[in-house]
């Protein structure tokens, strides 16, 4: 079978919503208003610390598809204000998000065993108002949440290829600057500013779908132990580290492009490996200033980049069933499948989704009872199931 990122298509039932006069739909579905009603027609369980377990209504997967959501709408009503990363969430609230992440990732681990037969995935991208300013929707799309899928491979080997030229495949082998020109310095910098006993660096062979070809190219750790190493808060100590690390060498970077020999950003996690890899590193600083030089002859260019950090961090199961956690520049704003090559279309079709739904609905519901029972949070009656 040809390797290739491959399309799917996923019905779904229409939102029954009216969107108000004026307003784009990526703003109102960040509103207060729309979150409630995600609540009570889509929402599975609540805790006390503001975390929503819901089903995705426009999900990616009719197999399993569903988000915690830190709903900080009704507590901090500037958009600009929330929490959009988990390096900015309150330490009992991180703690709480991540015990729930790891049941989910179990459950999904222990309900699809075999990798030949689900690609399974969890993680994160930044909901920073990183587009331009004048782009719609910006400032409303502020609300940290994560995802949880499960694909049949069945299905992602029966989808037509997608186009590799389509610009959501952005990735590290094939659009991402900090692979394009930095690949080295890039991987430097993650070896020697964290120190991570539970993430093993992998090789891009092993990292890889064999179905897509994808991702490709990005820095990648095997998590040591598999899916009982998420039961450890060092495991989730780490994985924060990564993102931390990858914060400091994109604001690094972009804060050299922006200003020649600029200081040290404020605020950094490393210092002195930022100091000692990055600014005296010429490859890092010869491509800031190709990119620098670019903004001053190319409006559209410099319009399009993302000046503060844009990310896709992942967990995965690749081809042998370890799994494997990798990081991404978010450059186009495109879903998290599409690191694994696995783009997504999304089609309004009732009828469709009501056949997949009441198989959903129950691993859903399974999911649920185990955070129950694990004290996580309280069951949420809707139109399709009850609270407990």
């Known amino acids: 079978m ?33 979150l409630a009603d995600l609540v009570h027609n889509n929402g599975l369980l609540v805790n006390p610390e503001n975390l929503l377990l819901y089903r995705k209504a426009l999900g990616h997967s009719n197999e399993f598809d569903c988000s915690i959501i830190y709903n900080t709408s009704k507590v901090i009503l500037d958009p600009l204000g929330r929490p959009v990363r988990r390096t900015q969430v309150p330490d009992r609230v991180l703690h709480v998000w991540n015990r729930m992440n790891g049941i989910i990732i179990e459950y999904m681990m222990e309900r699809y065993p075999d990798p030949a037969e689900a690609l399974i995935l969890a993680g994160e991208a930044s909901l920073d108002a990183t587009w331009p300013l004048t782009a719609p929707g910006v400032p409303s799309i502020r609300m940290l949440h994560n995802h949880f ?51 093993r660096p992998v090789a891009d062979s092993d990292a890889r779908l064999d179905l897509t070809g994808y991702p490709h190219g990005l820095p990648s750790w095997e998590i040591l132990g598999g899916v009982r190493a998420l039961k450890d808060i060092r495991f989730w100590r780490e994985y924060d580290a990564v993102l931390k690390g990858f914060l400091d060498f994109y604001r690094s970077f972009f804060s050299q492009v922006s200003t020649r020999n600029a200081s040290m950003p404020d605020g950094v996690y490393f210092p002195r490996h930022v100091e000692e890899v990055l600014l005296f590193n010429n490859d890092f600083l010869k491509t800031a200033r190709k990119v620098r030089d670019r903004c001053m002859t190319d409006a559209k260019y410099a319009n399009a980049i993302r000046w503060q950090p844009a990310f896709k961090q992942l967990i995965y199961r690749n081809d042998e069933g370890r799994l494997i956690v990798t990081i991404s520049q978010n450059s186009i704003g495109n879903a998290i499948t599409e690191l694994l090559g696995v783009v997504v279309n999304r089609r309004p079709d009732a009828d469709a989704y009501a056949a997949r739904e009441p198989a959903l609905i129950e691993r859903l519901l399974e999911v649920r009872r185990r955070l129950i029972e694990a004290d996580l949070g309280d069951g949420i009656a809707t139109g399709y199931w009850p609270a407990e």
């Open 149 to 199: 899928m499960v694909f049949p491979m069945q299905d992602l080997r029966a989808a037509p290829h997608a186009d590799p030229g389509n610009p959501n495949l952005t990735d590290g082998g094939q659009h991402s600057l900090f692979q394009a020109y930095m690949r080295d310095v890039y991987r430097e910098f993650f070896t020697r500013a964290l120190e991570l006993r539970m993430l």
């Open 2 to 34: 040809t390797t290739g990122p491959r399309e799917i298509t996923t019905p779904f039932r229409p939102i029954p919503l009216d969107i108000p006069e004026g307003m784009k739909p990526n703003e109102f579905f960040n509103s207060t208003e729309n």
